[in-house]
C-alpha cells in the first residue's frame, strides 16, 4: 500500500516536470528589449530647456519686429529731417486784389495826432469793382524792421477812422527806414492769399510815417478780366 502511494507521487510529479518542459518548448521566448546606449539614454532621459521670456521684452521685439516690416513698395528716402515748406505763392489766374492807382501815398500821421512822430503804420481801404467796401479780409503785414521782425494782421472793415472797408496796422512807435523788407499779405477767410506780394519801403521822416494804400477786389482772376477803354465823344 506504501509503495503504491509513493509511486502515485513518482508519476505525478514526472507528469508535471513533462508537462513544464512541454510548455516551455511551445511558448517562444521573449526577447529581451534592447537598452539604448548610453548617448542615446542620455538624449532620452535629458529634459528640455525651457526659455522663459520677460513679457515687456517680448512686446518690444514685437514691435520691434513690426519697425522692420516694410510698409510701402516704393523708393526708400535717406533724408530723415522733412524739407521746409515753402510758402504759398498764388498763380496769376488766382489773384483777385490789386493796389487801386496812385496808391500807395505816404503821409504825415492823422490817424494818431497825439503821437505825432512817435508813431509809423499802414493803413487803407478794400473795395470791389463796383466800389463797394469790402469787410472781413485779412490783411498781413510781415518781415523785419533792422532786426526787429514784425508780424502784423488787421481786418478789413475794422478801422471806421479810415471809412468803410478800412484797416490799420501799426508798424512802430517811430519812423524807421528801410527798404522792402516788409510784405503785405490780402488773404480771404478760408487762409488763401488773393494778391500778389507787395514789398513795402518806410522812410525816417516824421511826414510819410503814415502809409495810405488801397486795394481793389474783382469778381474774377484779373487774367480772365478784360479792360475796355472808355471812349468819350
Known sequence: MLNKTHKNKTTK??????????????????SPEPQPTAQIQDQLTSTPTVITMNPVIGDILQKTENWLEPTSTGPINDTATPSPTPLSTPKPQDILISIQPQSPVYLVNFLHPELGCNWMGIAGQIFNAKGVPVNGLIVEVEGFLGSEEVLRLALSGTSLQIGPGGFEITLSDRPFESQESLMLHIYDQNGKQLNETIRLTTYNDCRKNLILINFVLFDQPLSKKIFFPTIYR
Open 13 to 30: 510529479a514526472i507528469l508535471t516536470i513533462c508537462a513544464l518542459v512541454i510548455s516551455c518548448r511551445l511558448t517562444p521566448a521573449e
